[in-house]
């Protein structure tokens, strides 16, 4: 066996077959810019700890600009974790934009993975993607950039990744530097990311007739910007599973946590705590189509989020057939629960409960007979813990044929809340479902 695999290694050089290589920095390059530069499709340059700094300016589909690499097709870039492998790019002058990782041409997937791609603030990108292809990144820290990710015509996958302290507060109104991760033309899947302490523009923006955006299992804390999510023209679209807890819009923008435009899907299971607007058409959550597309508002509890006095603290439901059943809102300040366009079609549905909303519960919005207005008797919201007691109107039997209600179950004394394990909590008690 031994001797057969040997000699098949010889006929596939002397094929001038091409084998795949690992290449070390520091010890083969001494620069991660060098490194890739030597690397061809199937290699993987494997980065040790350190800060690696290193830039070069060249011409790329958005201009020429200098940046820490460039990464050919098919080749994989491992950092030896996010916190050890730090790419660094120095502040930029005259407000030209640089980018710390550049993506270069078509062809093969690219995987990106264990390091963290640091800006030296505005203007700065973390990662830009121009190309046909299908783009990984897992464990990764975006951070001190404008716009920490902007591809386009690129499919990705986004997961366990840190995306904080983007600042595009400097850039102008609509440009790509005023969106943390934006897509155009791409079928994208998110989970298990963190976004935190960002400002400016939209965090989250998939643009793309007849395609897909998946978010799953992620935190937005404490951002100063909005909107959170912006998903338009997506063929399919799902929010899930995910907690928005602090963010705040400014009064100079309409916030809100997610807006949808032409997009069909659902919003499901997704937890929404103290949340706030300067404006007072900011609502957490806007659905406008121009079709009959449909959305699915369902299974999610909100918790003290408020406006500015005047048009609602939770949703806008307008132009479309929508679905709204399932919710739990309490606590909602500065202008009713949820808030219907008087001219649009009444979403359907039911099973929702309204409680301790200073604003009123309702305006323009006719509640269905199975809404109710009660106290979801949760376990222990002043430490974040949304499940509800067993003698609860949201736990399965409450409200006679609607199950359960809001994001969390019945689950009082049994298992506490931390930061850290909400993603591990949910998928014990939901199963994924």
């Given at each position: 066996m031994?001797r057969?695999l040997f000699?098949f290694?010889?006929?596939?050089a002397?094929?001038?077959v091409?084998v795949?290589?690992t290449i070390l920095?520091p010890e083969?390059y001494s ?6 530069d030597a690397?061809a499709?199937g290699?993987?340059v494997?980065v040790?700890?350190?800060?690696w700094?290193e ?5 790329t ?6 940046a ?14 996010p916190?050890?492998t730090?790419?660094?790019?120095p502040?930029?002058p005259n ?6 990782l550049?993506v270069?041409?078509?062809?093969e997937?690219v995987?990106?993975?264990?390091l963290?791609?640091?800006?030296g ?5 973390g990662?830009y993607?121009?190309a046909?292809?299908?783009?990984t990144?897992r ?6 950039n404008?716009?920490?990710i902007?591809a ?19 850039a102008p109104?609509?440009?790509d530097?005023n969106t ?7 079928r994208w899947t ?7 302490e960002n400002a ?7 643009i ?5 955006a998946?978010i ?9 910007s ?5 998903l338009?023209?997506q ?6 599973d995910c907690?928005?807890e ?6 100079n923008?309409s ?5 949808t435009?032409?997009t069909r899907?659902?919003i499901?299971r997704?937890?929404?705590?103290g949340?706030s607007a300067?404006?007072?058409a900011?609502p957490l959550?806007?659905?406008t189509n121009?079709?009959n597309?449909?959305?699915h ?5 909100l918790y003290?989020?408020?406006v500015?006095s005047?048009?609602?603290g ?7 057939p929508a ?6 809102v ?11 366009n008087p001219v649009t079609?009444q979403?359907y549905?039911?099973c929702?409960?309204?409680w301790?909303?200073?604003g009123?519960?309702f305006?323009n919005?006719a ?17 974040n ?14 409200i006679?044929s609607?199950?359960?209600?809001g ?6 004394g ?14 014990l ?5």
């Amino acid at each position: 066996m031994t001797r057969a695999l040997f000699v098949f290694g010889v006929a596939v050089a002397a094929a001038g077959v091409a084998v795949a290589d690992t290449i070390l920095v520091p010890e083969d390059y001494s620069s991660v810019l060098a490194a890739l530069d030597a690397a061809a499709a199937g290699d993987t340059v494997l980065v040790g700890p350190g800060t690696w700094t290193e830039q070069d300016t060249r011409p790329t589909s958005a201009g020429t600009i200098p940046a820490n690499g460039f990464i050919p097709p098919g080749v994989t870039l491992l950092g030896s974790g996010p916190d050890l492998t730090i790419l660094e790019g120095p502040p930029s002058p005259n407000e030209a934009r640089a980018v710390v990782l550049v993506v270069m041409g078509s062809g093969e997937p690219v995987t990106i993975r264990g390091l963290a791609c640091r800006g030296g603030g505005y203007p700065y990108w973390g990662l830009y993607a121009d190309a046909n292809l299908d783009l990984t990144i897992r464990d990764c820290v975006f951070e001190d950039n404008a716009c920490a990710i902007r591809a386009w015509s690129v499919d990705g996958a986004i997961a366990d990744c840190v995306f904080r302290r983007q600042d595009s507060t400097q850039a102008p109104p609509g440009t790509d530097s005023n969106t943390v991760l934006l897509s155009f033309s791409a079928r994208w899947t998110i989970k298990g990311c963190v976004f935190e302490e960002n400002a400016g523009g939209t965090l989250i923006e998939a643009i793309g007739i007849g395609l897909l955006a998946e978010i799953q299992s992620c935190r937005f804390l404490n951002n100063d910007s909005t909107p959170l999510i912006f998903l338009r023209d997506q063929y399919v679209m799902t929010v899930e599973d995910c907690w928005f807890e602090g963010n705040h819009s400014p009064a100079n923008v309409s916030g809100r946590a997610i807006y949808t435009s032409n997009t069909r899907g659902s919003i499901r299971r997704n937890t929404f705590v103290g949340n706030s607007a300067d404006d007072p058409a900011a609502p957490l959550i806007v659905v406008t189509n121009s079709d009959n597309r449909v959305v699915h508002i369902t299974d999610n509890t909100l918790y003290g989020n408020e406006v500015v006095s005047g048009r609602s603290g939770f949703g806008i439901l307008t132009e479309v057939p929508a679905e709204f059943s399932r919710n739990i809102v309490v606590g909602s300040g500065g202008g009713a629960a949820v808030y219907v366009n008087p001219v649009t079609e009444q979403p359907y549905g039911g099973c929702n409960v309204f409680w301790d909303n200073p604003g009123g519960n309702f305006e323009n919005y006719a509640p269905k007979p199975t809404d109710l207005q009660a106290d979801p008797l949760f376990c222990n919201p002043d430490a974040n813990d949304f499940h509800v007691a067993e003698q609860s109107p949201c736990a399965p039997g409450g409200i006679p044929s609607c199950g359960q209600i809001g994001a969390w179950p019945v689950g009082c004394g049994l298992v506490s809340i931390e930061a850290a394990s909400w993603g591990r909590i949910k998928s014990l008690y939901r199963g994924g479902e």
